[in-house]
C-alpha cells in the first residue's frame, strides 16, 4: 500500500506543479508529500523530479515514469470501478476529440458499433488538428498521436504509430528505390509545407538515434492528405503514417521504402482530465478504442498480404 501511495502521491504533485498543491489536494502537510517523494525516489535509485524554491519539473526518468504510473493507477481504478458498477449501463453524453485525418479514418468508423452496443450514450465526435483544451472546452476525451507535453492529463497508450517511407510502384520504376536516407537528395520528396519557409524534415533511425533528414520537391503541401493522394498518383515519394497508407501498401498501390531506417513508433494515446471517478461512458469507449486497435490484425494487414518489392527492383533495375 506504501508503494501505491507513493506512486498517487507522484502523479499528484507532477500534474499540480507543487508540493504544497498536492498536500492541500489530499488535506495533509508538504513536508509529507516531499517524504514520499524523497521514499520513491530512494527506493527507485533514480531523481524524478526537479525541485527549485520557484517550480517542480520533471527529469527525463520522470517523465517516462509518469506515463506508467498514470496508466497503473488507471487500470487499478478501472478495475475496482468494473466491480462496484455491477450491471449498471452507460449513459449520458460524450464528447471526443480526435486529429481530422486519424479521427476520420479510425475513430469514427468505431463510434456507430460503440453506440450500438451502449444505445443510451450519445457522441459528439470533434475532428480537428489543433491542440483541443479538454478541460475548459467541455471534452471528456482526446485522441493524441506522438508527445504529450500536457502532464496534467492522463493518458492510455491506445497503440502504435510508425512513419514510412512510400511511393507508388510507376513512380519508384521510373525513377529508381533509394538506398539510404541520403538518397532523397535525388528525389521528388512531397513534403509538408511548414509555415514562415520552416521546411521539416523526415525523421530516420542511424546508428541507434533518430536523424532527421531535409528533403525537397516540387510540390508541398499543408494537408497530409493531399500529399498522400500525390503519392498515389506517382509524383513522388511521401513520409506518411502506417495508420493512413496502410490498406494501399496492402493493395500494392504503395510501396514503402528504406525499411532499415524507420524511425521508432510513436503512441496514439487516449487523454482525459485527471479524475478521481472516470465516468463508465469514457472507461468504455476507450476500451473500445484500445481493443479494437490492440487486434494486430487491424494494423498488420500490409504484412500479411506482403509486398511487391522484388517486382519494383527488377522494373526499377
Known amino acids: 500500500m506504501d508503494h501505491f501511495k507513493q506512486l498517487e502521491t507522484f502523479v499528484s504533485v507532477a500534474s499540480r506543479g507543487s508540493l504544497s498543491a498536492a498536500a492541500a489536494a489530499e488535506g495533509v502537510a508538504p513536508a509529507i508529500i516531499g517524504r514520499r517523494i524523497d521514499a520513491l525516489e530512494e527506493r527507485l535509485g533514480v531523481k524524478l523530479l526537479l ?16 506515463e506508467d504510473c498514470q496508466r497503473i493507477l488507471n487500470d487499478l481504478h478501472n478495475a475496482e470501478a468494473s466491480v ?4 449498471v449501463k452507460a449513459s449520458g453524453h460524450l464528447r ?14 468505431l463510434v456507430p458499433l460503440f453506440i450500438e452496443s451502449h444505445p ?15 478541460i475548459n472546452e467541455g471534452f471528456d476525451c482526446a485522441i493524441r498521436l506522438g508527445d504529450l507535453p500536457d502532464s496534467s492529463l492522463v493518458s492510455i497508450r491506445l497503440a502504435e504509430n510508425r512513419r514510412v517511407v512510400v511511393a507508388s510502384p510507376d513512380y519508384l520504376a521510373r525513377r529508381g528505390v533509394p538506398q539510404q536516407p541520403e538518397d532523397l537528395a535525388r528525389h521528388n520528396c512531397l513534403s509538408f509545407g511548414a509555415s514562415a519557409n520552416v521546411q521539416r524534415g523526415w525523421v530516420f533511425q542511424h546508428k541507434e538515434r533518430a536523424v532527421t533528414i531535409k528533403v525537397g520537391g516540387t510540390m508541398e503541401c499543408t494537408d497530409g492528405a493531399v500529399l ?3 503519392c498515389l498518383q506517382g509524383h513522388g515519394l511521401a513520409w506518411r503514417s502506417w495508420w493512413e497508407v496502410g490498406d494501399e501498401i496492402a493493395s500494392g498501390r504503395l510501396v514503402t521504402v528504406l525499411d532499415e531506417f524507420q524511425a521508432p513508433p510513436i503512441g496514439i494515446h487516449a487523454v482525459f482530465p485527471q479524475r478521481k471517478h472516470l465516468p463508465l461512458r469514457v472507461r468504455l469507449f476507450i476500451d473500445h478504442l484500445k481493443n479494437t486497435y490492440g487486434n ?7 504484412e500479411l498480404a506482403g509486398k511487391p518489392m522484388a517486382a519494383v527492383q527488377a522494373v526499377a533495375g
Open 120 to 134: 443510451d450514450v450519445s457522441i459528439t465526435l470533434d475532428l480537428s488538428d489543433r491542440l483541443v483544451d479538454l
Open 84 to 87: 462496484s458498477a455491477g450491471g
Open 96 to 109: 471526443v476529440t480526435a486529429p481530422a485525418g486519424f479521427g476520420r479514418k479510425h475513430v469514427a468508423p
Open 296 to 302: 494486430p490484425s487491424y494494423w498488420r494487414r500490409a
Open 51 to 66: 525541485r527549485t524554491t520557484r517550480k517542480i519539473s520533471l527529469t527525463f526518468e520522470g517523465s517516462a515514469f509518469l
Open 228 to 230: 498522400h493522394s500525390w
